[in-house]
């Protein structure tokens, strides 16, 4: 019951967060337009968030999300249309307090993507972006436990659909929040993290692909544009 009103709590939470956000950037953007973005077509984009874990229970209660970062190179070919490559870092460290075997450690992934998109600026300085992923990365379990049983590894295929709200900080620089939804191509089990039960968890129960709600911010340089002083 405790857990329970908890994630609701928690749900509740960063509802409100999103929302204040979304008020934030929208009222930004409407201020008095000093500068915009010159030459847009090539740029570098970092993305920071805050991975959530979903859908698998086991994979959403023994693993909190600490950092997803993913740079990447980013070229719009045509009017409203981009694609991107880029990198994916993300890495999830054990609750401690809900593993049914004691143990510490974490999951790091490592990969690559490719993405397609829309983007459109709204105004001079506030600009829309919408997105899909897709790449591989790898995922390491390094646990007390996998020391000792050998380290877990898993190569899997990844979508991920991403949406960007853009602020013109001056010619050639901007700066973005990030609500993405990654899917990732494996069902996780316990013994990726070393243990021996299944915790009362059925194979039906774990048979969804990890996933994981991202909740971040981003910085953009443009190339080709002259900074103004």
């Known amino acids: 019951m405790e857990v329970s009103s908890f994630r609701k709590m928690k749900s509740s939470n960063v509802f409100f967060s999103i929302r204040k956000l979304v008020i934030v950037v929208t009222g930004l953007s409407c201020y008095p337009v000093y500068s915009q973005i010159g030459d847009d077509r090539l740029n570098f984009t970092m993305e920071a968030a805050l991975p959530s874990g979903r859908a698998n229970p086991a994979y959403r209660n023994y693993l909190n999300g600490l950092i997803n970062a993913q740079p990447k190179l980013q070229y719009r070919f045509a009017k409203t249309l981009f694609v991107a490559a880029g990198a994916r870092y993300s890495y999830y460290t054990v609750s401690e307090f809900k593993v049914p075997q004691k143990t510490t450690g974490g999951a790091n992934t490592f990969g690559g993507f490719v993405e397609i998109g829309w983007t459109k600026w709204q105004t001079p300085r506030f600009g829309l ?7 591989f990365a790898q995922h390491v379990f390094i646990t007390g436990l996998t020391r000792e049983t050998g ?13 960007s709200l853009v602020l013109a900080a001056d010619e050639a620089v901007a700066y973005r929040w990030i609500v993405g939804y990654n899917i990732d191509g494996y069902d996780f089990k316990p013994y990726h993290l070393g243990m021996n039960t299944m915790d009362g968890y059925s194979e039906s129960d774990l048979s969804k692909p990890s996933q994981s709600l991202l909740v971040g911010f981003a910085f953009t340089y443009y190339f080709g544009n002259e900074r103004s002083e």
Do not use: N, W
């Open 151 to 163: 380290i877990q590894r898993v190569t899997a295929p990844f979508v991920q659909p991403t949406i």
């Open 129 to 135: 972006e919408f997105s899909l992923k897709t790449g």
